[in-house]
């Protein structure tokens, strides 16, 4: 053997390992989290969100079904390499699409090819992981492949998200401002009607708003005064289009229309969460009875916009006291039918302000489709990049090699026994129960995260930018899940599975309760919100290192690879089916009442653990 091939064969793990699993990373989240923001950025229902990306999920569950293929046809480097250029032409296809009027149809298409690319790459690259290294090298290097993995969060939930919010605001027009200030003499009067208002003649597409600067008395006012400005703009918003709000009603009442799931199963069940479960949203108010003062501002475009096309204002807090607010109106879709009519914001003081204070609101536009086309786009030059990079970088391990066989009936036979033999392995039952309601309220909880994040606080969510939701989901958020992971791992190897197995479900469960915290209390402050979203996200990783030891413990045996991707199929399957009502459940009963749903999902995890079956040794690290 010359000694170039040899440095082919054995070539430093350090020039493959991190950029390898990088790259398993980045698909993923692709497909779990950044699709839901994009798809909530361009408008879609949390319902149909949830609903469909819940089923990104399903070649990662049926992964063990081909797992024997990617073994037996072609070599572990051969589909690494082939995987990651089918990527990234999957991320130039979504890019291509996003502008397309049926995009959500289209990419979804796409997007699920891109992750059935990616569930076969791990498959590969773990296979690859193993076949390369030797064993004191694998122990090495574990932690190293799930730093560069976390890594990839990092950059799809955070930068990538921050990097789509700054195009957005880029490709957009000028920022509206307006400013709001409180007095303690100055008479508010509030126009419970429809305005005329003027707008400046100009060749340029701008935001104006009506009044700039509004003044509001700090005296308060009745509910039933608040209820008033708030019917009036939002009577307004919805009926030029500005907030789309799904009509399901004239759905429900068509008999035709309807299967016979909708009729038996969904409509009533639906019915009775909304009735009995469903949050009725009150104002805050003081304990008299009384509300902080409001007032209405007035927005309008000076520009018809092209055929087609829709400009969407986005309005938040920029500077100033943070006791005066936006009440309703966050976020407006405007079009060439309703562009020269007004959108109306509710701003309002908090009801214990009193002094003369002042603050400074701005809304930004973007053309979003193009922010995200531009982002897929960067995506898919990233993997072009990984797929030459490793073509010429990845070893060539002897052992590499497609497994010889006698027959194609041969392979049936074998993947038939290695498949029947994981269900006959003891306590299957009550491990398949774990793998599945271990991450429950996990699975609901992550679907809506980002929607929660990013809706309009009028809806109960906490309206925030795309970039602030880069920044706390997937910065912070991500970074505390990486250090959770690493605490729980260290924790793991001095007292092994069986002593952690229970404070490791407490802390993937009670954590929840900061998002019911964010839910009750809507905090304006970013920083309060990134410490809540961190705490939930720190317990997660913590947590799921119990999980996945359980998995590798489980499959333990003779086929203890095919038996983990088992595992794994069932791990993903746990996240999808739940996933898939989330949207629903939320738009039924509202985000406060959802996130008690979710608490409430601990139950059967909690209820499992007593009847796992765990070796006290197992996990603890040997001297």
């Known amino acids: ?180 200030q409180s007095s303690n003499t100055f008479q508010t009067k509030v126009e419970l009607q429809t305005q005329n208002f003027v707008v400046p003649q100009t060749n340029e597409m701008n935001f104006v708003a009506f009044p700039a600067n509004i003044t509001l008395n700090t005296n308060n006012i009745s509910i039933d005064s608040l209820t008033k400005i708030k019917t009036l703009a939002f009577k307004e918003n919805t009926k030029n289009g500005f907030v789309t709000i799904e009509d399901k009603t004239s759905k429900q009442n068509d008999a035709k229309t309807k299967s016979w799931w909708t009729r038996e199963v969904s409509s009533p069940l639906g019915n009775f969460i909304k009735s009995n479960f469903g949050k009725k949203i009150d104002e805050k108010t003081s304990a008299s009875g009384k509300a902080g003062n409001a007032g209405l501002v007035a927005v309008r475009l000076t520009k018809q916009p092209k055929p087609e096309e829709s400009v969407i204002l986005n309005t938040g807090f920029a500077s100033g006291d943070k006791s005066i607010s936006i009440a309703g109106g966050e976020r407006f879709v405007f079009t060439p039918q309703n562009w020269d009519k007004p959108a109306y914001i509710v701003v309002q003081l908090d009801y214990k302000l009193k002094e003369q204070v002042r603050s400074e609101f701005k809304g930004i536009s973007g053309n979003i489709r193009l922010a995200w086309s531009i982002t897929f786009f960067i995506l898919s030059g ?53 793998m599945l309601f271990y ?36 910065t912070v958020g991500v970074i505390a899940l990486t250090l959770g992971g690493i605490v729980g791992g260290i924790a793991a190897s001095h007292k092994g599975l069986k002593y952690w197995i229970w404070p490791m479900a407490l802390c993937i469960t009670f954590p929840h309760l900061s998002y019911l915290y964010l839910s009750w209390f809507t905090p304006e402050n970013l920083f309060l919100i990134n410490i809540a979203v961190a705490i ?14 359980f998995m590798i413990y489980f499959a333990d045996g003779k086929h203890k690879t095919a038996h983990y991707a088992i595992c794994t199929g069932f791990m993903a399957l746990g996240m999808m089916l739940p996933g898939m009502v989330a949207g629903w459940l939320q738009e039924l009963i509202g985000y406060n009442h959802f996130f008690i749903w979710v608490m409430i999902c601990a139950i059967p995890t909690l209820t499992i653990i007593p009847f796992l079956k765990i070796d006290k040794e197992y996990g603890i690290k040997k001297n």
């Open 439 to 474: 991450r429950l309220g996990e699975a609901m909880l992550v679907k809506m995260s980002p929607p929660f994040l990013l809706d309009a606080r009028e809806l109960g969510g906490l309206g925030l930018t795309t970039g602030q939701v880069g920044l706390v989901y997937g």
């Open 1 to 180: 053997m010359t000694e170039n091939n040899e440095l082919k064969r054995t070539r430093n793990p350090w020039a493959w390992i991190p950029t390898l699993y990088f790259a398993q990373g980045i698909p993923y989240v692709v497909a779990m989290t950044v699709a839901v923001i994009m798809y909530k950025r361009l408008g879609i229902s949390n319902t149909d969100i949830t609903l469909y990306t819940s089923w990104l999920y399903l070649p990662w569950v049926i992964k063990p079904f081909w797992s024997p293929f990617v073994d037996l046809l072609k070599t572990k480097r051969w589909w690494i390499v082939t995987m990651q250029l089918l990527i990234g032409a999957g991320l130039a296809g979504v890019a291509f699409l996003i502008p397309l009027p049926f995009f959500f149809q289209a990419t979804l298409a796409v997007l699920w090819l891109v992750a059935f690319s990616s569930a076969t790459h791990d498959i590969a690259a773990d296979g690859f992981y193993m076949l390369a290294l030797e064993s004191s090298q694998q122990s090495f290097f574990v932690g190293i492949r799930s730093t560069f993995y976390r890594l990839a969060m990092i950059t799809g939930q955070g930068i990538l998200i921050i990097v789509a919010g700054s195009l957005e605001s880029l490709t957009g027009l000028e920022p509206m401002l307006f400013t709001v």
């Open 536 to 549: 939930e996200l720190f317990g997660y990783g913590f947590g799921f290192t119990a999980y996945m030891l």
């Open 382 to 434: 990233f993997f072009t990049l990984f797929f030459v990079y490793h073509r010429f970088v990845l070893p060539r391990p002897a052992s590499d090699h497609p497994t010889v066989t006698n027959s194609v009936s041969d392979i049936f036979r074998e993947f038939g026994r290695t498949f029947a033999s994981f269900f006959q392995k003891k306590n299957v039952g009550i491990a398949i129960s774990f």
